[in-house]
């Protein structure tokens, strides 16, 4: 048995690495993180989440891809069975003493007299009339302790200030607008939208602001889309939904941070309906994800219209000015620690110049060169600079391209709508930019194949992967359509 266990573990090392592959690394961060493999005989794969609405979403959503790449490692997989850890717990045996103090039953849910011993099924939409129904005989109050704990908000770093933020040009709108929120003025706003790229200060901004009004005493609940998704279903599981949903409306400032990563369609329902409370009721709302709503492909149409529909505010990558102050800025705040720390000119110039992605790649190239000096007591030059750097280093970094980039070079070429490449439509003038738009967009964007097949009209990751190959074998014996992707690229990059 152990043999067998070990051999398993090492099949689905390869399985999550091809996944990670497949998917990419948000994607498989949010939905496989936490997947655990728990044993495997008779052709079954058992695997094990943390939650129901998790296995509920992998079986709607990856059941079969999962198992495609359990049969690539061992052909006679033919399933894949999902359990939740945790959900099969003992009946506790009651004693004569306990059994008068018993809770009252639970509703009964239809198809529940087919369940095993000891495990009640969660049905989100019978838990959610169960617990308005319980509200009815008092059994769950909007203000109890299990409400407040679901409300708990994320811890917020003590860093993340208006004073430790730098403003330059590309943040300044962003900076504004978060001051406004935060200086208690009626709502003139509202959602306030916040896109940019990892590491350009949305977070920073977003915790400035809840910091500043949970100062003054107002409510304030800061939440990762993934963290309101995860206690939304625990509320909906401890029959408190009702009491989740009372104090959820009751806050007077709601900050989701990585909206990209609300997933779920009762979840989406639930946090429109608590948009559409909070905004009626002149409560304030900040969002933040990697993109703007109308690229936020797998949201509800409803929640999409209503984040569009306050101010949408981007934040781009800092410019040589900007990078210069953040260091400036960050030394300033080093010198506190270490009396003695010193960056001479030329270096701040060096990294600035070179690191130019994100704020937070500066830092972390500041904090290197910290630890040199702290470390070895050797003086931080351009040369140790160069050296303790070098990976991070980028001194022709190309420009960022997006998939909407790509659509609208290949349709202008093409002679082609945006609406075309979308659309069904199987004709060839059709089809074959609308493969060489896919083909770009994954050589040339770092978006994994299901994420590409989402922005072109909600297509399957193997579409996205046959468009590619199709590509690839035709400009491998086909000299003008080489020539034209060629130019095509020039362009983009342009």
């Keep these: 048995m152990q043999v067998q266990e070990a051999v398993g573990s090492e099949h689905w090392n390869r399985v999550k690495k091809r996944l990670r592959a497949e998917l990419g690394e948000d994607v498989f961060s949010s939905w496989f993180a936490r997947v655990d493999l728990e044993d495997h005989s008779d052709g079954t794969i058992r695997l094990s989440v943390p939650t129901r609405f ?232 900040i969002v933040a994800a990697d993109r703007t709503p109308s690229e936020l492909d797998t949201l509800d149409d409803r929640v999409r219209s209503r984040l569009s529909g306050g101010l949408v505010v981007g934040i781009q990558e800092p410019d040589f000015s900007l990078r210069r102050n953040i260091l400036t800025t960050r030394v300033s705040q080093t010198q506190r620690t270490y009396a003695n720390f010193e960056v001479p000119e030329n270096v701040l110039d060096y990294v600035a110049r070179h690191v130019v992605s994100s704020g937070r790649d500066l830092e972390g190239a500041l904090n290197r060169l910290i630890a040199h000096n702290q470390l070895t007591n050797h003086p931080i030059t351009q040369d140790m600079a160069e050296l303790t750097l070098r990976d991070l280093i980028r001194s022709s970094e190309p420009r960022r391209v997006k998939i909407e980039d790509i659509q609208r070079v290949v349709s202008k070429h093409y002679n082609v709508t945006k609406a075309d490449l979308l659309s069904a439509r199987r004709t060839r003038t059709i089809v074959r930019p609308r493969q060489i738009a896919m083909y770009l967009a994954k050589v040339m964007t770092p978006r994994s194949l299901p994420e590409i097949g989402r922005r072109f009209g909600n297509r399957d990751h193997t579409t996205v992967l046959h468009a590619v190959r199709k590509i690839e074998e035709l400009a491998r014996t086909d000299t003008g359509l080489s020539q034209e992707l060629e130019l095509l690229k020039r362009m983009l990059d342009a």
Excluded at 104 to 118: A, F, L, V, Y
Excluded at 132 to 159: E, W, Y
Excluded at 229 to 253: G, H, N, P, W
Aim: with cysteine; glycine share 6%; net charge positive.
């Design 54 to 285: 998790l296995k509920q979403w992998i079986q709607s959503h990856y059941n079969d891809q999962l198992v495609g790449l359990w049969k690539g490692e061992c052909e006679s997989v033919h399933r894949i069975e999902l359990t939740v850890r945790g959900a099969m717990r003992p009946r506790p045996t009651a004693t004569p003493a306990t059994k008068s103090l018993s809770a009252p039953k639970r509703p009964k849910i239809p198809g529940s007299e087919n369940r095993m011993d000891g495990y009640t099924p969660i049905n989100p939409v019978v838990d959610a009339q169960a617990a308005t129904a319980a509200v009815g005989v008092g059994r769950i109050d909007a203000s109890s302790d299990a409400a407040r704990d679901v409300l708990q908000g994320a811890a917020l770093d003590p860093k993340y200030t208006f004073e430790t933020f730098v403003e330059g040009d590309s943040n300044g709108l962003a900076l504004a607008a978060a001051r406004q929120v935060a200086s208690g003025s009626p709502v003139t706003f509202n959602p306030l939208y916040l896109h940019a790229s990892v590491g350009l200060g949305k977070t920073h901004l977003m915790q400035a602001v809840a910091a500043k009004v949970r100062a003054s005493g107002r409510k304030v609940l800061y939440l990762t889309a993934e963290h309101f998704m995860y206690r939304f279903v625990a509320a909906l599981k401890a029959q408190s939904a009702l009491a989740f949903k009372e104090t959820l409306r009751t806050i007077d400032l709601l900050l989701i941070d990585d909206m990209q990563f609300l997933h779920g369609k009762q979840v989406q329902q639930e946090f429109c309906h608590t948009l559409n409370a909070l905004i009626d009721g002149a409560r304030q709302v």
